[in-house]
């Protein structure tokens, strides 16, 4: 069975910072690209952030461009995301995802066929 598990979530004040971490079971995510995406209450899920499959490529929305940073371990099949700067507005349940059939760049959704649960991230101000 194919599973993305995210972890790290949690409450911190606005300016400080969280890790969130994906870890992938049932297959290798190593060779295709590797996202993380956002629902905040009331929102249609968002990209936030997506890696390519060897970690040589990164992307990121407008909003979270110089405070979050996406990396991969292949050899551990977890993706991670570091949030600094954290503001009110970046609470959101973050997913993890993986597209299966990409392997260097993908933004949308539904290019991503694999989901993790999610974690809540709430930043307090």
């Known amino acids: 069975q194919v599973q993305l598990v995210e972890s790290g979530g949690g409450l911190v004040q606005a300016g400080g910072s969280l890790r969130l971490s994906c870890a992938a079971s049932?297959?290798?995510?190593?060779?295709?690209?590797m996202g993380w995406f956002r629902q905040a209450p009331g929102k249609q899920r968002e990209f936030v952030a997506a890696?390519?499959?060897?970690?040589?490529?990164?992307y990121y929305a407008d909003s979270v461009k110089g405070r979050f940073t996406i990396s991969r371990d292949n050899a551990k099949n977890t993706v991670y995301l570091q949030m600094n700067s954290l503001k009110p507005e970046d609470t959101a349940v973050y997913y993890c995802?993986?597209?299966?059939?990409?392997?260097?760049?993908?933004?949308?959704?539904?290019?991503?066929?694999?989901w993790g649960q999610g974690t809540q991230v709430t930043i307090s101000s």
């Open positions: 995802a993986a597209a299966t059939f990409y392997r260097d760049y993908a933004q949308q959704e539904y290019e991503y066929n694999y």
């Open positions: 049932g297959r290798t995510f190593s060779s295709n690209v």
């Open positions: 890696i390519s499959w060897n970690g040589g490529s990164t």
